[in-house]
């Protein structure tokens, strides 16, 4: 599996940013695909997880509300749409995928990962 991430840029805090994550290679459509970001200076932290069939999310809390994510197995994509963004959010954001299935929203059990692209948001 081959993770492109893409949507990054540079919005003014209360703006919003929609990430796309496209995946190819050997399918993914059950795979649990996740969010991550890295501040710099800081380690890479979850930011949100969607399971294989889309019905079942996980948010951290510095972002529930505000963030959500989806996925189009037709597209092999998913997106993590971010509202609200605030200057902390600024980081640079990864996908990756669980080949498991299972959600467990950690860095430990992704599998494959994205290049990641750059967020920054100002105030």
């Known amino acids: 599996v081959q993770l492109q991430a893409s949507g990054g840029g540079l919005v003014q805090a209360g703006g919003s940013l929609r990430l796309s994550c496209a995946a190819s290679g050997r399918t993914f459509s059950s795979y649990v695909m996740g969010w991550f970001r890295q501040a710099p200076g800081k380690e890479r932290e979850f930011v949100g997880a969607?399971?294989?069939?889309?019905?079942?999310?996980d948010y951290a809390d510095s972002v529930k509300g505000r963030f959500t994510i989806s996925r189009d197995k037709a597209k092999n994509t998913v997106y993590l749409q971010m509202n609200s963004l605030k200057p902390e959010d600024t980081a640079v954001y990864y996908c990756?995928?669980?080949?498991?299935?299972?959600?467990?929203?950690?860095?430990?059990?992704?599998?494959?990962w994205g290049q990641g692209t750059q967020v920054t948001v100002s105030s």
């Open positions: 969607i399971n294989w069939s889309g019905s079942i999310t």
């Open positions: 990756a995928a669980d080949r498991s299935g299972i959600l467990r929203s950690s860095l430990a059990t992704m599998d494959y």
